[in-house]
Every structure is written in structure tokens, then in C-alpha cells.
């Protein structure tokens, strides 16, 4: 079992920026792709970003493209979004996932974190 822990939420304007955080537990984080889901309210859970176990691949959604980074530090077993130049839409629960292998679907993703909020203001 791995365990995934969210920080970092909460309320922000637009136009700012939050940096959150998934810290890793019980199993070798090192060996797994990690990925960021979000989901709004009324919305599916989408894939936000993803790397690969050593940082070399990553993906972003076209939505978040150019102003969110994901990146990851195996030594502190965590990964990192930084979300900058927020929008009212990116407004929703995001969450941390761990697969195998680097893929956009929900259903490669093995554990996952309970969820952080985050809100923007207009």
C-alpha cells in the first residue's frame, strides 16, 4: 500500500498562484509515475499533469498548459503542482495519484490522496 497526503490548498484571486504538495508513504515512490487529477463540482475527475518516476516525461491538460508545473523530489518522496496565473475554472478538489506508468487514465492510477481544494476568486 502507498499512502498520499495533499497540502497546500485554499483561496486564491486570480491570478495567483498555489503550490501544492503529495507526500508518499509505504511503498517506493521513486518507482512510480505520479499524476494530478482535479474535479469541480457537477464535473468528472480530469487528469491535470503527470511525470514519470525519475521527472523525465511530463504531461499537462491543454488547460493548464503554460501555467501549471509539475515536478517531483524522490529523495523527499513527494511531488509538487505549481499553479500559476490562476482562473475562476481551475477551482476544484485536486488530487495526487501513483501508477506503474505514465498515462492520462484514471483507472492506471493505483493509490490516491484524499483531495485538497482549491478556490479562485475573480
Known amino acids: 500500500q502507498m499512502q498520499l497526503a495533499e497540502s497546500g490548498g485554499g483561496l486564491v484571486q486570480a491570478g495567483g498562484s498555489l503550490r501544492l504538495s503529495c507526500t508518499a508513504s509505504g511503498r517506493t515512490f521513486s518507482s512510480y509515475a505520479m499524476g494530478w487529477f482535479r474535479q469541480a463540482p457537477g464535473k468528472e475527475r480530469e487528469i491535470v499533469a503527470y511525470?514519470?518516476?525519475?521527472?523525465?516525461?511530463?504531461y499537462y491538460a491543454d488547460s493548464v498548459k503554460g501555467r501549471f508545473t509539475i515536478s517531483r523530489d524522490n529523495a523527499k518522496n513527494t511531488v509538487y503542482l505549481q499553479m500559476n496565473s490562476l482562473k475562476p475554472e481551475d477551482t476544484a478538489v485536486y488530487y495526487c495519484a501513483a501508477a506503474a506508468g505514465i498515462s492520462t487514465q484514471m483507472r492506471a492510477y493505483q493509490y490516491w490522496g484524499q483531495g485538497t481544494q482549491v478556490t479562485v476568486s475573480s
Open positions: 511525470i514519470s518516476w525519475r521527472g523525465h516525461s511530463t
